[in-house]
């Protein structure tokens, strides 16, 4: 942007009677666009615009005739914005006004590059290839171009003939290659050289516009629609500070901005976007923060509907929250229904799965997923609080987490099939690496977790190295007897989890049961085993019994039961031991 562009943008203000105050002061640079400095101390320093300069929903309703009732008028701002910029050659009149004319020094500051990742190229893309936001790309991007086909598809004011061949990209966008999308469209919305208005490459550029400055309508009107969205120039301006204290009030239909508080001379005056993650600010806004506070990690948990169900019905305690919990976009819509408590939801609300967002800075981030997993471990007669049940769902959560953590690969070196933009290396870079970090902390807090639980509850819990430690003859005599009639063959046990269930077979048929341990043939006592024998257990018998006929099938189906519904498996980076826990 040259400095004649942002004269012509402050002088448009003032003909409006915009209110800066004298201590702040517009400026270019490099680094970071546009800035507002404050040239001395300053206190509550504010700026407003009036209601003339307020890009709405009521330019689409008056220039397209449309009902204020029409759905998606959201849809139709950014279609009306698509032509104030493109359609140069007609005037886009509202009111007898040329509204192109009106914005026009509006219209010649906002960015001439967006830095979305909805339109980087191959190349760039593939930075982020093993990431949420890599991988959400095509849904993010399916869900713009539906928006705008039935946009041009619902009125006759388009001639679909002329954008044919988006359409053919919208009906085959599932088959076609990223670089052909590139090439035949995200080319011209980076470039902003759509041809035709309405097409949507034009339609896909307003949308980033909008995503990355647009305002709820409530900060300016109490009575407009749900999700209605605004553009406020010159406050668009401002760039964002999760530190800033700022607020937004309306004031005689004017729209307020201030700080408040003081601002020193020589500090950038910013606006408060909210506490957004990296991948929120890259995707919406096209920057990242290095040491964001905010920054977070997305695991959506996809479960079968009738575990949901059950879920809602049964365990109002258990968290399962919706996207609109979270913090969005201006423009995206928030189901106002889904606002209330868990309990007034439905199965429907989860069709695409369960959200959860961990953060390194909020410590409780962590416990409704570790609350699902342990409801998910839980055999139907234990509860949420049952320790076995926690210790399984500690194991079932780190290993989503470290699986999803190994899966960020670093792309390959040699794609240099397109040139890669350093700023977006960099905001790729800093994004990734964020995520595998609150993913390692997040590792790291579970197994810490897990190490104070088998400190606290060591006295409840039976490992295989306590066995040898304690019984002996188990080892010395007991196990050797179980296969005396091996032909001498050497007996290789494969895991603990394979010891216990021969050590509680041997104790149970020769009740010796040690007496520190007698905890043990009580809960096999009274446990409950279904009468389906599973393959897994035909497979242990004939594995180590298949030569005998001194162990029945049936009692080893019962062992290895108890064993499934009294222990869990810890994992290390040598092997896995199971650990039987007493009720």
């Given at each position: 942007m040259s400095p004649e562009v942002l004269d012509a943008l402050l002088q448009w203000a003032a003909s409006f009677s915009v209110v800066i105050?004298?201590?702040?002061?517009?400026?270019?640079?490099?680094?970071?666009?546009?800035?507002?400095?404050?040239?001395?101390?300053?206190?509550?320093?504010?700026?407003?615009?009036?209601?003339?300069?307020?890009?709405?929903?009521?330019?689409?309703?008056?220039?397209?005739?449309?009902?204020?009732?029409?759905?998606?008028?959201?849809?139709?701002?950014?279609?009306?914005?698509?032509?104030?910029?493109?359609?140069?050659d007609n005037d886009t009149i509202v009111d007898n006004i040329?509204?192109?004319?009106?914005?026009?020094p509006y219209l010649d500051a906002l960015p001439s590059r967006l830095n979305s990742p909805l339109i980087w190229n191959p190349s760039e893309l593939n930075r982020l290839s093993s990431t949420n936001l890599g991988n959400s790309i095509h849904e993010k991007f399916g869900s713009i171009f539906k928006e705008w086909f039935e946009l041009v598809s619902s009125s006759?004011?388009?001639d679909l003939e002329k954008v044919?061949?988006?359409?053919?990209?919208?009906?085959?966008?599932?088959?076609?290659?990223?670089?052909?999308?590139?090439?035949?469209?995200?080319?011209?919305?980076?470039?902003?050289?759509?041809?035709?208005?309405?097409?949507?490459?034009?339609?896909?550029?307003?949308h980033l516009i909008f995503t990355s400055r647009a305002f709820p309508e409530y900060v300016v009107d109490n009575n407009c629609p749900e999700n209605s969205i605004v553009l406020l120039p010159i406050i668009d301006l401002l760039n964002h500070d999760y530190r800033s204290k700022v607020q937004w009030y309306p004031e005689n239909g004017w729209f307020c901005y201030e700080k408040m508080g003081s601002v020193s001379q020589s500090e950038e005056l910013c606006n408060n976007y909210g506490g957004k993650g990296n991948e929120e600010l890259l995707s919406g806004y096209g920057f990242v923060l290095e040491d964001n506070i905010f920054d977070s990690v997305a695991l959506k948990i996809k479960l079968p509907l009738g575990v949901i169900s059950t879920i809602l019905e049964r365990e109002p305690t258990l968290k399962l929250p919706v996207l609109s919990d979270y913090t969005?976009?201006?423009?995206?819509?928030?189901?106002?229904?889904?606002?209330?408590?868990?309990?007034?939801?439905?199965?429907?609300?989860?069709?695409?799965?369960?959200?959860?967002?961990i953060n390194t800075q909020n410590k409780e981030s962590l416990e409704p997923l570790l609350e699902l997993f342990t409801y998910l471990s839980k055999t139907e007669e234990e509860t949420l609080h049952v320790l076995?049940?926690?210790?399984?769902?500690?194991?079932?959560?780190?290993?989503?987490?470290?699986?999803?953590?190994?899966?960020?690969?670093?792309?390959?070196?040699?794609d240099a099939s397109y040139t890669i933009d350093p700023y977006r290396l960099y905001c790729a870079d800093i994004y990734t690496k964020s995520q595998k970090q609150?993913?390692?902390?997040?590792?790291?807090?579970?197994?810490?977790?897990?190490?104070?639980?088998?400190?606290?509850?060591?006295?409840?819990?039976?490992?295989?190295?306590?066995?040898?430690?304690?019984?002996?003859?188990?080892?010395?005599?007991?196990?050797?007897s179980l296969f005396s009639n091996e032909d001498d063959e050497e007996v290789v046990f494969e895991s603990t989890y394979d010891l216990l269930i021969l050590w509680i077979l041997m104790k149970m048929r020769s009740h010796s049961f040690p007496a520190k341990y007698q905890w043990v043939g009580q809960q096999y006592s009274d446990f409950k085993n279904t009468a389906y024998i599973s393959d897994d257990s035909k497979a242990f018998h004939a594995q180590?019994?298949?030569?005998?006929?001194?162990?029945?099938?049936?009692q080893v189906d019962r062992a290895i039961q108890f064993v499934i519904a009294n222990s869990f498996t810890r994992a290390s980076s040598i092997s896995a031991e199971t650990i039987l826990v007493r009720k």
């Open positions: 105050p004298e201590e702040l002061r517009f400026v270019y640079t490099n680094l970071k666009g546009i800035i507002c400095i404050c040239e001395k101390d300053v206190d509550n320093p504010h700026i407003k615009i009036p209601p003339e300069i307020v890009i709405s929903r009521t330019l689409p309703i008056k220039f397209f005739k449309l009902d204020e009732t029409t759905a998606n008028i959201n849809g139709w701002l950014k279609m009306l914005l698509a032509k104030i910029r493109f359609d140069k040329s509204v192109n004319k009106k914005f026009k006759d004011i388009f044919v061949d988006d359409i053919e990209i919208y009906h085959k966008l599932n088959e076609t290659a990223y670089e052909t999308l590139y090439e035949k469209v995200l080319k011209n919305t980076e470039l902003q050289t759509p041809t035709i208005w309405y097409s949507f490459p034009a339609f896909l550029w307003s969005t976009f201006a423009f995206e819509n928030r189901d106002c229904d889904q606002q209330g408590t868990d309990n007034a939801r439905s199965v429907k609300d989860y069709l695409d799965g369960i959200t959860y967002f076995r049940a926690r210790f399984e769902g500690i194991q079932m959560l780190r290993t989503a987490l470290e699986s999803k953590l190994q899966n960020i690969i670093e792309p390959p070196a040699d609150i993913l390692k902390d997040a590792v790291a807090r579970l197994k810490r977790l897990e190490k104070t639980m088998l400190s606290e509850n060591k006295h409840l819990l039976l490992t295989m190295n306590k066995i040898f430690k304690n019984d002996p003859a188990f080892v010395e005599t007991e196990l050797p180590y019994f298949g030569k005998q006929d001194n162990v029945e099938l049936e």
